[in-house]
């Protein structure tokens, strides 16, 4: 006879299936599984911006955005390309011809030349404008590393879009100039950057402002 009794499911099983099974109530993982991913994917995903060539440099894609203008990012870093090359075919043409002996202290790489004349113009200290009893003043203040950076970075733009040549030159030649010239501790830009220091070295009297 037939006995419909043995459709019926066993409790214990049934409670075995919904504690280890999958359902809708443990679609989250709880403390120990985070943690086990956490110990098999310790890598987040790489950002859109960021590039697997030996040749990138996240320096210089910041100075390629700053000198970008209307948009047209594509022209700037075609631009900071020309630079580059121009750096480099200078420094190699001067490697030729000078003597054996006097060719390793000829620098070829253009990156390695870019992040040399980047340090020769960040400033150490700058002016900074509190108010104290009605009167200005300009108080000398230390500079972080990314304030010194932008600073640098924007003279040496600024610098290479106000040359004014009596012939025509194109930016990427400007500004290939000024960079050569802020490697070897020369130009305007690293003028300007000793002018600032001496601004802050003759208002040292104003120093204890800053922590007022």
Not at 120 to 145: A, D, F, R
């Amino acid at each position: 006879m037939y006995n419909p009794t043995h459709l019926e499911p066993d409790p214990k099983v049934e409670k075995h299936v919904l504690r280890t099974g999958s359902s809708p109530a443990d679609d989250s993982p709880d403390d120990e599984s985070r943690e086990d991913l956490k110990a098999t994917s310790p890598f987040k995903a790489t950002r859109s911006n960021h590039s697997s060539s030996g040749l990138h440099d996240a320096v210089i894609d910041k100075f390629v955005s700053m000198m970008m203008h209307g948009g047209r990012k594509l022209l700037a870093r075609t631009i900071m390309l020309e630079v580059l090359e121009s750096l480099k075919r200078e420094q190699v043409t001067l490697y030729h011809k000078t003597s054996p002996g006097e060719r390793e202290a000829i620098e070829c790489n253009p990156y390695t030349i870019f992040h040399k004349a980047l340090e020769n113009c960040k400033p150490i200290l700058g002016l900074k404008k509190m108010i104290k009893g009605g009167t200005t003043y300009q108080v000398p203040v230390l500079l972080s590393e990314q304030r010194r950076r932008y600073l640098a970075m924007k003279w040496l733009i600024t610098k290479a879009r106000l040359v004014k040549e009596g012939k025509r030159q194109f930016m990427a030649e400007k500004l290939a100039n000024e960079i050569k010239q802020a490697a070897e501790g020369q130009g305007e830009v690293v003028r300007k950057k000793m002018d600032l220091h001496r601004q802050a070295e003759g208002n040292r009297a104003f120093a204890h402002f800053r922590w007022e």
